[in-house]
């Protein structure tokens, strides 16, 4: 089965700029998660969908960060205006419920100037 | 609080030296306990998982870990190591059951293979 696909892989920004993320879940997985991982520690959880709803958004720093899967399956994740400390890789995770094991794509490395 | 720690950075091992990597957690319910690897650029690929049962689990590539309430502690292990096994190794707690799936990742260790 094809795994979690994400895009881009690489970007590089100024601060201030804006920046958004695409994830592709595992088909017919109906749990999705974006993670933040910085230089030197491990992921950190932002968000969590259960289909096209949000179930855990604690972590999200709101005034700049959003997240969206209209349909339930594919999402997008966006920093608007990034920061420095934004720096970091932005993982995808899918899993086929809640309570199951969480697949990871490759992540996006996110640079900003 | 939540938490998970894993106490070694960066370990160096020997091709087809043993190898343990450590890794202790808090957590207030019942956790379920996940080692994952990464590779340099890519996403985390997961080892074995444990919530209950047997408290000695196999994983994939010949790693296994061990689950040990009394020391909050859920260590990985390989009898040898393979260059290929370089890499860094991430333990990981999360919930059972519920709609959160939130998990808990320590910081990582680090692992090089020597010839």
């Known amino acids: 089965e094809a795994g979690v696909a994400q895009s881009p892989r690489y970007k590089i920004i100024e601060k201030r700029q804006s920046v958004a993320f695409w994830c592709n879940p595992i088909?017919?997985?109906?749990?999705l998660y974006w993670y933040q991982q910085i230089l030197g520690q491990g992921p950190k959880l932002l968000i969590q969908?259960?289909?096209?709803?949000?179930?855990?958004d604690s972590q999200l720093p709101k005034d700049r960060f959003s997240a969206e899967r209209l349909k339930g399956v594919d999402s997008t994740l966006k920093i608007q205006p990034a920061k420095l400390e934004d720096s970091a890789v932005y993982l995808c995770?899918?899993?086929?419920?809640?309570?199951?094991?969480?697949?990871f794509g490759d992540g996006t490395r996110l640079s900003i100037l | 609080a939540q938490s998970v720690t894993q106490p070694d950075i960066h370990i160096t091992v020997s091709e087809g030296a043993s190898l343990e990597l450590r890794c202790n957690y808090s957590?207030?319910?019942?956790?379920?306990l996940f080692w994952y690897v990464q590779s340099p650029g890519q996403g985390l690929q997961l080892l074995l998982k444990?919530?209950?049962?047997?408290?000695l689990v196999q994983g994939i590539k010949g790693f296994e870990a061990e689950f040990k309430r009394s020391q909050s502690s859920f260590n990985l292990r390989k009898p040898s190591v393979h260059w290929s096994d370089a890499a860094e190794y991430f333990c990981?707690?999360?919930?059972?059951?519920?709609?959160?799936?939130?998990?808990?990742f320590g910081t990582g260790t680090l692992l090089a293979v020597q010839p």
């Open positions: 969908f259960q289909n096209n709803g949000v179930v855990d």
């Open positions: 995770a899918s899993s086929l419920e809640s309570n199951q094991p969480q697949h």
């Open positions: 444990y919530f209950s049962g047997d408290t």
């Open positions: 957590y207030g319910a019942t956790p379920y």
């Open positions: 088909s017919g997985h109906a749990t």
């Open positions: 990981a707690v999360g919930p059972y059951g519920g709609a959160t799936n939130k998990l808990i």
